[in-house]
């Protein structure tokens, strides 16, 4: 199967394109370099594909990457730097996603993984886990 991930340059993305590696034909997209270089030391280089850098933000360059593809892994996500200015957060998490979910749609992508970024960290930089929950019980991690 052809599949893209985006976001393929985070934890959880480089955790996929490990699990995928050799079963799947696969297209990593990241921002730019920087994302890869970020964790190289832990991972080391990665050869189980194509790697694409773009904007996800922007549709033409999404429609693009998702051509030919049979699935989508969506893993893309921007926290919030708390500069009210700051774009980056709906131009990436909102509007990158409904760039995926539109391109997905007019190529008849059906196969779709989304995972969102909302639980994933506590505000105070603290990831959630089994052990460490939300304070008002949430039943997400």
């Known amino acids: 199967m052809n599949i893209v991930v985006f976001g393929a340059g985070g934890w959880v993305g480089r955790a996929v394109l490990a699990d ?3 079963k799947h ?3 990593a997209v990241l921002r730019g370099p920087e994302s890869w270089e970020k964790y190289r030391s832990v991972d080391g280089e990665w050869r189980g594909g194509e790697i694409i850098y773009g904007n996800i933000e922007d549709f033409a360059f999404t429609h693009k990457v ?3 593809m049979d699935g989508i892994i969506h893993l893309t996500v921007y926290f919030p730097t708390g500069d009210d200015n700051d774009a ?3 131009l990436i998490n909102l509007k990158g996603l409904w760039n995926v979910l539109e391109s997905a ?3 008849g992508i059906r196969r779709i993984v ?3 970024s909302c639980q994933a960290a506590h505000p105070k930089g603290t990831f959630f ?3 460490v929950r939300r304070p008002d019980g949430s039943l997400y991690a």
């Open 114 to 116: 989304h995972v969102g």
């Open 129 to 131: 886990t089994s052990e």
């Open 88 to 90: 980056l957060p709906f």
């Open 66 to 68: 998702t051509e030919g």
């Open 25 to 27: 034909q696969i297209r």
């Open 20 to 22: 995928l590696a050799g």
């Open 105 to 107: 749609r007019r190529r």
